[in-house]
């Protein structure tokens, strides 16, 4: 089925443990995106990508490093977890026109 | 990006229609006005966008007023599967960013 996929939907990590979340997407998609959602809040931008080999900062960067090789992968990497980084992180993707961005089902992730 | 305002919450009776005002006063020329929903935990979901033209799609409608600084989506008949946040957001579609920034929402109750 075409659309973004994550993994893993559910992850508890410890502190200072690293780990990479997934993303991928079917459609071709140029731009892609991480949101991290807290409980009762908005989302928020951590880095997004207008294609591959392009990345750029968003709204909470920090702890968090991307990269994008491919034009469907695009991974989220935190390098040493910290209890305040619980939450749940959704991948989404769009064309360039950014008309109808696809999100993902979201990775509940929590650092303990 | 423009930003905007959205009630905190609403309800609406099942059956009726459910009118989510969103302000927008500082929006400039070339940026679209969209929406999004969030059910539960689940990723946002695209619903309709808009320039200046009012805009109707299967899901709902999006009345932009003349001078565009204000929105109002509609969504015609509430069901109880409507229950959702409901995300106002203005940005440009020829912003070569393609930043997509999330606000808090209006979280909308559909009553029985």
């Known amino acids: 089925n075409a659309g973004v996929t994550q993994t893993p939907k559910f992850q508890v990590l410890k502190t200072g443990q690293s780990m990479t979340l997934q993303c991928a997407q079917d459609?071709?998609?140029?731009?892609m995106s991480w949101y991290r959602q807290d409980p009762g809040m908005g989302l928020r931008l951590i880095h997004y990508?207008?294609?591959?080999?392009?990345?750029d900062q968003g709204e909470v960067p920090n702890g968090y490093n991307v990269s994008r090789s491919t034009t469907e992968d695009f991974p989220l990497r935190l390098l040493s977890a910290a209890p305040s980084q619980t939450s749940v992180y959704f991948c989404a993707s769009s064309y360039s026109n950014g008309y109808g961005y696809t999100f993902g089902s979201g990775t509940r992730l929590t650092v303990v | 990006d423009a930003k905007t305002t959205q009630p905190p919450s609403m309800d609406c009776a099942e059956g009726r229609a459910a009118n989510l005002p969103c302000n927008h006063s500082?929006?400039?020329?070339?940026?679209?006005v969209y929406w999004y929903r969030q059910i539960h935990s689940q990723g946002p979901q695209y619903i309709i966008h808009g320039l200046k033209n009012n805009e109707t799609n299967e899901m709902a409608s999006l009345i932009i007023t003349e001078d565009r600084k204000s929105s109002t989506l509609i969504l015609p008949h509430a069901t109880l599967r409507d229950t959702a946040v409901y995300y106002c957001i203005v940005r440009a579609r020829t912003d070569s960013s393609y930043k997509l920034i999330f606000g808090s929402g209006t979280r909308l109750l559909v009553r029985p």
């Open positions: 459609m071709n998609h140029e731009y």
């Open positions: 990508s207008v294609g591959a080999g392009i990345t």
């Open positions: 500082t929006i400039s020329g070339n940026e679209y």
